[in-house]
């Protein structure tokens, strides 16, 4: 029988894999039973894309936008945390990124010679709000009114994620996600972008990977405001589940032409041994990880998979709440990166920050396969996670429309001694995770889209500009972007709809 491999080590953070720990080498483990199987991916190259599949590209206002306080932009809680010594890689920060606030047209014409049909990118809420409520800053509202017409004209279909992490710094001083008013500031603000921009933008994420951002900013402290108090990420969770639910409402009471999905970041998971306590912890990881808040949208309920009983006291859950977390999506957002191997811990689940309730992430040891090609993040390749997951996600909602929000991965090449970059690492990766969606969609699964990450290289998060994932390299010094290999091919395959370009 074939041996399995894994390794348990921590991954600097950055959007997928956040939660792998620190610790050596898992040994060998047997093949989990869970894993699919079937044909290899190369055999579908040839396959067809839908007539009508949007190809596109996604980013976010902190990683990419830079200008950081002009025209009246408030302070982020990315802002702060990266100008406190210490947090990101190298001492950098996003003040500047990839200055996209100020390129933007430039940024569209490169979507424009790719061949692009979608471009997913996501408002600054203290552009629009420094505050985070109250006034507005008319300045701030007006570059996504003009990024939106700019990309109207290009023939893009801009797909707007309202929520990609960065909190005006003055809702944190009001306490953060764990404050329950934060639902409503949230909801407010959605709808002024849904009355401002919705007569041109008809689709909105309300969140981006909701699981990451509570987890890492309440729950263990790695991601800004650094609080690691598991009463804080109950709260924090919860409002946010809140949250979903009210914008849902109050986007489309702005815009009859608004569509609200959401987009969660998802990680295979498979028991690191088919032991009965390491299957038991995969199914509640991925239950916990991967669908808590998709079903919490879906069913106005959550899932009973914490270390204990479901937490609702410590959560601030009131009575009347599942019918606020409770609607009907008109599609979902899925990213994929890697898969997971989950064994269940050793030792009781613990609460961090001095609460009495465990923190339900300490019921596991999370850790990488350590099977396939690695990227230079030192990540395990696996494009047949990308057919696995929109599978299971098509049957968990009823085969709603999916979006591929993210897809995609680290390779450090710059240009060579002809001034090109040929990062065929790249172009492997995403002719492998297509072959594998288009599997999924000749299976019956309903993709409607795929969102490569990223345009450009770009800042990413803790680890700043040391991990490249665009199809275009950025000179960080001087701004000047250089399509890349991967972005050329790429812009092929959304022109011919197919992958064998
Ligand atoms: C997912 C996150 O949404 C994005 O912000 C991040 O840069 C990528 N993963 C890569 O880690």
Not at 134 to 162: H, M, Q, W
Not at 326 to 351: N, S
Not at 406 to 417: H, I, N, Q, Y
Request: hydrophobic content about 40%; some cysteine; proline content about 6%.
């Amino acid at each position: 029988m074939e041996r399995r491999s894994f390794i348990k080590r921590s991954l600097a953070v950055g959007g997928a894999a956040l939660l792998a720990r620190p610790a050596s080498a898992f040994g060998a483990g047997e093949p989990a039973a869970q894993e699919p199987t079937h044909t290899p991916a190369l055999a579908f190259t040839g396959a067809r894309f839908p007539e009508s599949f949007l190809w596109g590209t996604a980013t976010a206002a902190h990683q990419v936008e830079g200008a950081w306080k002009d025209d009246g932009k408030g302070e982020s809680i990315w802002d702060r945390w990266g100008h406190s010594p210490g947090r990101i890689a190298g001492g950098a920060n996003a003040d500047t990124a990839c200055d996209q606030y100020h390129r933007f047209k430039d940024d569209i014409e490169i979507m424009k010679r790719l061949n692009l049909k979608s471009y997913r990118f996501s408002v600054s809420w203290p552009r629009v709000l420094p505050t985070g409520t109250g006034a507005v800053n008319a300045k701030g509202l007006d570059y996504y009114s003009r990024l939106t017409d700019a990309l109207l004209e290009a023939g893009i279909r801009p797909f707007c994620t309202i929520y990609h992490w960065d909190l005006p710094q003055a809702l944190e001083e009001k306490g953060g996600w764990p404050n329950r008013d934060l639902a409503g500031h949230f909801a407010d603000y959605a709808a002024l972008l849904a009355k401002h921009l919705g007569d041109r933008i008809t689709v909105w994420a309300p969140f981006n990977m909701p699981e990451t951002f509570t987890y890492y900013g309440y729950g263990n402290g790695r991601f800004p405001p650094g609080r690691a108090n598991t009463d804080d990420y109950l709260r924090a969770l919860h409002t946010v589940a809140l949250a979903q639910g009210l914008a849902y409402r109050s986007i489309k009471a702005a815009s009859s032409k608004a569509t609200v999905g959401s987009a969660y970041g998802m990680e295979p998971a498979f028991p690191r041994t088919q032991s009965d306590a390491d299957r038991e912890a995969a199914r509640r990881f991925h239950e916990l990880h991967n669908t808590l808040f998709l079903n919490a949208t879906l069913t106005g309920r959550y899932p009973d998979v914490f270390a204990g009983p479901i937490p609702y006291e410590a959560m601030g859950f009131r009575s009347g709440d599942e019918a606020v977390l409770k609607c009907p999506l008109d599609w979902v957002g899925v990213h994929y990166y890697l898969r997971l191997a989950i064994a269940a811990a050793t030792e009781p689940p613990k609460p961090r920050g001095g609460g009495q309730t465990p923190d339900p992430m300490s019921q596991f040891h999370i850790g990488l396969f350590n099977e396939g090609p690695k990227n230079d993040a030192g990540w395990e390749m696996w494009p047949q996670g990308l057919s696995y997951l929109v599978t299971q996600v098509s049957k968990l909602t009823g085969n709603l429309p999916i979006e591929i929000t993210e897809t995609g991965s680290v390779f450090a090449d710059g240009p060579g001694a002809d001034g090109a970059v040929h990062d065929k690492r790249r172009i492997a990766f995403y002719r492998d995770h297509l072959a594998e969606l288009a599997r999924a969609i000749q299976a019956g699964v309903n993709v409607r889209s795929y969102h490569a990450w990223s345009l450009l290289d770009n800042f990413e998060w803790n680890d700043g500009y040391t991990r490249r994932f665009g199809l275009t390299w950025v000179d960080f010094a001087s701004q000047e972007r250089k399509i890349k290999d991967s972005g050329l091919w790429y812009g092929r395959v959304a022109a011919a709809n197919r992958v064998d370009v």
